[in-house]
């Protein structure tokens, strides 16, 4: 039986995939982007951050909110990054296929990989799951890494991947001033955007200092600190630029 590390719940989620959602956020993440605000969730071993339960558990927990889902609603596993603990969402989302729940996963892809063991657990999950929300942080690999922490090639490739199988996606993008909103940038994620056969909808996230406090509270320094989140006009041509549509 796996347990999963769940750092906390969204009981009525409205933006992490279609419908209203029971959202359960998962300990653990590789990623270590500069804008990120649940930096409390990196650790995977930080006991102060998580509470482990059981599959069963959760889904009867979220089944007290189904009433309000409606038909395109259910539960989003995010993280940190979910995939961190596959064998955990595996049980999961076979539970939840049993009692009829929509799956969905807010992933960075970042675990990805073709290798064995991983490669067989992800498609066994697949099987199991109806949708995923997929961040690119930076399309470019030495911004990425610089971002992130780590390269975006397996990444790219999971992506790739998910549309040989012709799994939904939804492409999410965090905005950035003067870090990923350039418009040579955007234009190469649309054009790979635009190799995919999969993707259900391209959302652009406006950047946001709101997690802030949790480097503060952890004694971490954050670099964009500074920044300030991007202006609607800003956020509305990075939109327009990934859908393909006319910029002005």
Known sequence: MAIG??????SFGSVDGPGIRYIIFLQGCHMR????????????????NYHEKEASVLLDQAERYRSY????????????DPLLQIDFLIELFRQAKERKIGTCIDTSLNPFRREEPFFSKFRDLMSDTDLLLVDIKHIDP??????TGQDNANILDGIRYLDSI????????????????????????????????????????????LGLYKWEELGMKNSLADVEPPTREQTERAQKILRGEPVD
């Open 142 to 147: 030495a911004r990425h890494k610089w971002l």
């Open 69 to 80: 889902w409606g038909e395109d609603g259910g539960i989003t596993v995010s993280g940190g």
């Open 5 to 10: 590390r769940v750092h906390s719940i969204e």
């Open 166 to 209: 012709h799994k939904p996606i939804w492409i999410r993008q965090v905005l950035v001033p003067g870090i990923t909103d350039q418009d040579a940038d955007l234009y190469r994620t649309r054009d790979f955007i635009a190799s995919l056969s999969n993707v259900e909808k391209v959302e652009v996230l406006p950047y946001h200092t």
């Open 33 to 48: 982007c500069r804008y990120c605000h649940n930096v409390d969730t990196w650790d995977m071993d930080d006991v102060k």
